[in-house]
């Protein structure tokens, strides 16, 4: 990473400012890209941004010159947009999501297919990294409004008791990753999922963030899917409750287990156990 500066899109955002920090913290050069420079002024961090709007292909190709690599953490539907933007000798790092393999289809997911395959079709040297659920960063809000709902309600429903697995990522590890992947010489593209050391059940997970917190769980009730859905627009009108989505109770009810050997191989990361992510996630203050 030492033969020119790397442009960091999306360098305000959770990924994309953990990201820089790291980057800083080692001395490396990068070019922070933002869309409004209010937001990047916002993080305390030293330089002044380049700004872009990634669906303006002049201001975007100017905000990439001279960048040796280029990493993006916005979302993967704009990986088109990179590609022809870049400068053609950089290699490129994309965030995708694990939401590219849910049998429930949306926006979301739709976009990150469309971007890993815009990037293979490509040839160009890279990777797009899938993560799991991110936990335990800056503004991230999975855990915690996962904690202030089980905090109000004497029982947790959920469909089928909470029995499909999860896998999430703690944002140290997406971070680690990122800075891995930034350091490989890449031969050709390529896609890896990062994700937490093992599944766990969605029930368990809900367990250990109670436990985290402080709290003692509620107990898990198994309910069917379609009671819950008729209940999401009742949250939306009770006071003190967190908003759930729809989409996200559906995504409840598959499996969101992944192997991680290719990161663990490709990238040389092994992630921190839920334990000690959660840990360090209530203990400084996150949630």
């Known amino acids: 990473m030492s ?5 960091v899109i999306g360098a305000s955002g959770r990924s ?3 990201l820089c920090r790291a980057l800083a913290a080692e001395g490396i050069g990068f070019l922070p890209v933002v869309r409004h420079a209010e937001r990047w002024a916002v993080t305390g961090m030293p330089g002044a941004p380049r700004i872009a709007d990634l669906r303006d292909p002049d201001t975007l190709r100017a905000a990439l010159e001279g960048a040796a690599r280029v990493v993006s953490c916005a979302h993967a539907r704009h990986a088109p947009a990179i590609l022809a933007a870049a400068p053609p000798a950089a290699p490129l790092v994309l965030m995708g999501s694990t939401r590219r393999f849910s049998q429930w289809r949306d926006d979301h997911g739709d976009g990150v297919r469309q ?3 815009a990037l293979m079709e490509s040839g160009r040297p890279g990777v797009i990294l899938h993560p799991t659920m991110i936990y335990g960063a800056e503004g991230e809000d999975n855990v915690q409004r996962l904690a202030t709902l089980l905090r109000r309600l004497p029982v947790a429903p959920l469909p089928g008791g909470g029995t499909s697995l999860v896998q999430p990522i703690h944002q140290s590890d997406v971070t680690r990753s990122l800075m891995a992947a930034l350091r490989r010489d890449w031969e050709r593209p390529e896609a890896v999922v990062v994700a937490g050391p093992r599944p766990v059940r969605y029930a368990d997970f809900l367990r250990a963030v109670c436990r985290a917190a402080g709290f003692r769980p509620p107990r898990v009730v198994p309910l ?5 859905l008729a209940l999401v627009p009742l ?6 409750l967190p908003r759930i989505r729809a989409a996200e109770l559906r995504r409840l009810t598959e499996d969101k287990a992944f ?3 290719p990161m663990r191989a490709l ?7 839920l334990d000690e992510g959660l840990a360090l996630t209530f203990s400084r203050g996150v949630a």
């Open 3 to 7: 033969t020119g500066p790397i442009a």
């Open 16 to 18: 994309g400012l953990a």
């Open 115 to 117: 971007g890993e395959a």
């Open 224 to 228: 069917p899917l379609g009671p819950l």
């Open 235 to 240: 949250l939306r009108v009770v006071p003190g």
């Open 259 to 261: 192997d991680i050997g």
């Open 267 to 273: 990238l040389g990361v092994e992630p921190i156990g």
